[in-house]
């Protein structure tokens, strides 16, 4: 496809509902290990899209592809019709895609603030981000000083979410969030994500079936790298034995 | 009685004991004279002014091994450029009839040049050998910045004898072109201190203050501490990292050029060839006590390695005639914290973006 159609596709994206984001037949590896075998997904334009599967079968591993962290070695990812694939990280980030990664990734030595500050696009911004941040979790305002390595758990899950949603990001890519959180957390974690979801399509990947049915429109499972099921959460919140299968150890 | 003791020091062991009890005393007298406030003041702005040349020489390698986790062996020679760089306009700007002022005012041009100078060659270094290398192990790192050196270091070898200096003795039109004042002692509230000591810890503190606000006060400065901790997550959230990367190693390679201006006026250091390899230890000293890649442990460091120097200096001076030990008291603080906190006064276990 030429420059120009790539822009026109762009362009078009969302507007006639062709796909925000789609991945078509990646191969990743680390290393030697080929870890996804031609994972096929897209995510519509204020679409939750849940992705789901045991451990291991390459569900952080679809979401570092898409931010080129783990550049798959073929296939295609599609971002509003322009290929991700090739770009450094960083190009992928400016274009409004957010990450929310597994392990929160806090800068633990800097302040709660300053982890927001790093978030923002663009410095004039701050303020106005700070705003939410603090509006969406009120805990964090309360120790906005102290450094994020001195946070609990869930204020740090709380922390990682504020990032991805002052970073003025159409697409958010959403790790685990309520993995090793006590169930009062989770509840919060859920009702930012749904809040959040209002205005910002997500890729969900979460292992809590409730939670994901709850806050996806479609889902994805996975297994030994690529997809297996596919359809939408209404379907299988009365049917969830065709996702328990998949998802039991 | 006499002829006893006349007796006695015929016998070498006999009289180091008949001497034993008077060390005590003597060693009293000098405690009470170290502890008087004319000589510890003067120690103390000695020690300054020593860890403030260390601070200049290390703040770059700190800087740089803390987001990037590149140990730059080179770090020495980039200093012992900027004093070869900063002397030459300092030697053409300066004639014999320039005033005290004007001497100043060239030191200033020189400390810019040098840091520029310096910054532009750190950061294509780092752009065009450096960078094709991050995700290699560190011994490729090490290894790069140490043929840097050598390669630095020959070149600056055959330019000086090119122009007749010798290469291995500290460039003495560049310490001629100091202004007389920072020859002279300064004397404030019975405390003896020489103009060039209070001006070493003047540039230090300036330093220190500089990088401090830059690195708590602007945009950049919180990139540069983020990716210090995690710089796959800073570029996932819209960061250049190369960029940052790219920045800091020139802001380290000119800090490095501007200590270089600095140690050329210090007839202790001066302009020479080998400054590059006698920097580098002391600077390698400071950096591993104060944690690698933290520069608050860094300044810390350089306070402790200064005082620690002057104190034992003026010990091994003063009562124990052994001029060679202080030196070694600097490496004996580098033991002693790796003995008793092996990742240093601020260090954490793991440091750097790769």
Known sequence: MSADADADAGADAGADGAPLLAVDGIQTYYGDSHVLEGVDLEVREG???ALMGRNGVGKTTTLRSVLQLTPPREGSIRYRGEELVG???????????GWIPEDRRMFAQLTVEENVRVAVPNADDTAAALELAFETFPDLEERREANAGDLSGGQQQMLAIARGLVGDND??????PSEGLAPLVVEAVAEALTAAAADTSMLLVEQNLPLALDVADRFYVLDHGTVVDEGDTDDVSADAERLRRYLSA | MSAAVSALSAVPVLSVLS??????????????????????GEVIVRGLAEASLYVMIAAGLTLVFGLMGVLNFAHGSLTMLGAYLGGLVLVITVAQSTGGVGRLLAFGAAVVVAFGGLAALGGALEVGLVRPIYDRPPLYQILLTFGVTLVLDELARIVVLF????PTTVWQDVLGTKPAFLADSIGVAGVSASGLELFHVLFGVATVVGVHLFLTRTRYGLFVRAGSED??????LGVDVNRVF?????????????AGVLLAWDPAWGASVPLGAETLLPAFVVV??????????????????????????????????????????????LVITLIVKPQGLYGVSEVGGH
């Not at chain 2, 001497?19 to 510890?40: G, I, M, N, V």
């Not at chain 2, 402790?304 to 490496?331: H, Y």
């Open chain 2, 163 to 166: 122009y007749g200096l010798q």
């Open chain 2, 231 to 236: 710089s796959e997550m800073l570029s996932a």
């Open chain 2, 288 to 333: 591993i006590v104060g944690g690698l890649g933290t520069f608050r442990g860094t300044v810390v460091a350089a306070l402790i390695v200064g005082l620690v120097d002057s104190t034992m200096t003026w010990w091994f001076q003063n009562v124990v005639s052994f001029t060679g030990l202080p030196e070694m008291v600097v490496f004996l603080v």
């Open chain 1, 87 to 97: 770009r450094e990280t960083h190009e992928v980030a400016d274009r409004g895609v």
């Open chain 2, 246 to 258: 790219t920045v800091v190693f020139a802001l380290g390679t000119g800090i490095a050029g501007a």
């Open chain 1, 47 to 49: 679409e939750v899209v």
């Open chain 2, 19 to 40: 001497a034993l009890p008077a060390l005590p005393l003597q060693f009293a007298d000098a405690l009470f004279e170290f502890l008087a406030p004319s000589t510890l």
């Open chain 1, 171 to 176: 697409l958010l890519l959403v790790d685990e």
